[in-house]
């Protein structure tokens, strides 16, 4: 999603100066070109020839080498980010101090600021800090950070930069169009468990990688995002309002729960189909050939279906093979808008990969085949598709 977009990157003499050679690896990774401008201290403690390496470009570090480089340096540039950001930095940005490359590009930018602070927590907290950060805070700079932790002097306190993994969704976020502003998406992911006895459950291989793209995305794009997981070992997406549940009658109380106030729902969970009819209270012996007798669980999706109103209902169908008429059968059974078709037995699709081949659906029968792409694509490709048919928010 970053592909073509200019980033500038400010770096200042902090020891966090580390973390931002992997911000500038992993925004290039993603397509973006990123110029790295450093402060003389931020050049103490990693040299500009490991950024140079990493980002593939020309590190910027003084003023008065080359022809007005503040002034060209902004040109055509979508997003400013100084991470890690010292004390120092971020009072001169409030003051309009420009005594070096990086202050005076900060003042001859027009365009977005993110700054992520670093420093140590008796420095955070000073009130001409926090005077400075509010001042900037005010005028539309957005802060991501810092947190609170263990310090590099030793110390424990707030003044922590931010992680890699925040501060990329941030500069991801800052960089998207808000068009499902007023969107309210509800999103199920990952599997459901079903207890056999206190330690043994029945589950599928989902990893909640898919829905999590989507809640993601959703949030991005300016929605408010409700996402509903079973147990997956990811980290809940900042500023989605996130629910963990575990098995399928959870997740069901729990969609039913959310479902009144969304404008679209969009269930990517893989849902066990079946349950043990008994859960035993204590652990089952070992014993040879053991039946376990199971029940059909409630089909969420269908339940919703029939109750849709005006939202947009997308399912999904996990397949082994390219069965567009199964997925047909399912669209119109659940009641549907789109359903995503996922051959599950294709390398790269599917359970726990980052992602995924999928097929578009539509109610109308509009059939679209997407080749192998990462999640977080599909998962804007679906938005997109859903606000090309359903554009009104309201249900
Ligand atoms: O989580 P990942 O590792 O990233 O993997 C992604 C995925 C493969 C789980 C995802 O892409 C996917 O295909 N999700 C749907 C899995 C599934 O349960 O498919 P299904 O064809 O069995 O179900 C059809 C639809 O009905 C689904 O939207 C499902 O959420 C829903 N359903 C199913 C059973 C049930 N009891 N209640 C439901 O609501």
């Known amino acids: 999603m970053l592909n073509g ?13 580390y973390k931002a050679v992997e911000i500038a690896r992993r925004l290039t990774e993603d397509g973006a070109n990123v110029t790295v401008v450093m402060t003389e201290s931020a050049c103490r403690f990693v040299s500009p020839t490991t ?7 020309p590190v910027y570090t003084n003023l008065f080498e080359g022809y007005f480089r503040h002034i060209n340096l902004v040109k055509e540039s979508h997003l400013l980010i100084v991470a890690p950001a010292t004390a120092n930095t971020i009072s001169k940005f409030a003051c309009g101090i420009a005594d070096n490359l990086l202050s005076t590009t900060y003042l001859v930018y027009e365009g977005p600021v993110l700054i992520a602070p670093a420093m140590n927590s008796r420095m955070y907290k000073k009130p001409v ?10 005028s539309g700079i957005i802060f991501i950070g810092p947190e609170s932790g263990k310090l590099a002097c030793g110390e424990d306190g707030i003044g922590r930069m931010a992680e890699v993994s925040d501060i990329i969704e941030s500069v991801k976020s800052a960089l998207t169009t808000k068009d499902l502003t007023g969107h ?3 999103v199920t992911a990952g599997p459901t468990r079903e207890s056999i006895d206190p330690i043994r459950f029945l589950s599928n291989r989902s990893s909640g990688k898919m829905g999590f793209a989507i809640a993601t995305a959703a949030h991005r794009r300016g929605a408010k995002a409700t996402l509903i997981s079973g147990p997956a070992a990811l980290k809940p997406p900042d500023g989605v309002s996130f629910i963990p549940v575990d098995n399928a009658d959870d997740m069901r109380a729990a969609v039913l729960r959310n479902f009144y106030k969304s404008t679209s729902v969009i269930m990517a969970a893989a849902v066990c189909d079946f349950a043990p009819s008994v859960t035993s209270k204590s652990k089952i012996p070992k014993i040879n050939n053991l ?3 199971l029940k059909e669980t409630p089909d969420i999706l269908k339940e919703i279906g029939r109750k849709k109103g005006k939202r947009f209902l997308i399912g999904f169908a996990a397949e082994t093979g390219m069965n567009i008429q199964r997925a047909k059968e399912k669209l119109r059974d659940k009641n549907l808008d789109l359903i995503v078709l996922n051959d599950v037995t294709q390398k790269g699709a599917g359970f726990d990969f980052d992602t995924n081949i999928a097929t578009i659906i539509t109610r109308k029968g509009e059939i679209t085949e997407l080749p192998l792409m990462k999640k977080e694509d599909l998962a804007n490709i679906i938005l997109d598709r859903m606000l090309q048919l359903s554009p009104k928010k309201n249900p």
């Not at 977009?5 to 100066?17: D, E, F, H, P, R």
């Not at 800090?129 to 005010?138: D, F, G």
């Open 5 to 17: 977009k200019n980033i500038l990157l400010g770096v200042t003499g902090s020891i966090a100066v």
């Open 184 to 186: 309210n998406i509800l």
């Open 51 to 57: 950024f140079e390496a990493v980002s593939g470009r």
């Open 129 to 138: 800090v926090q005077k400075n950060i509010k001042e900037l805070a005010k």
């Open 291 to 293: 039946t376990i007798n």
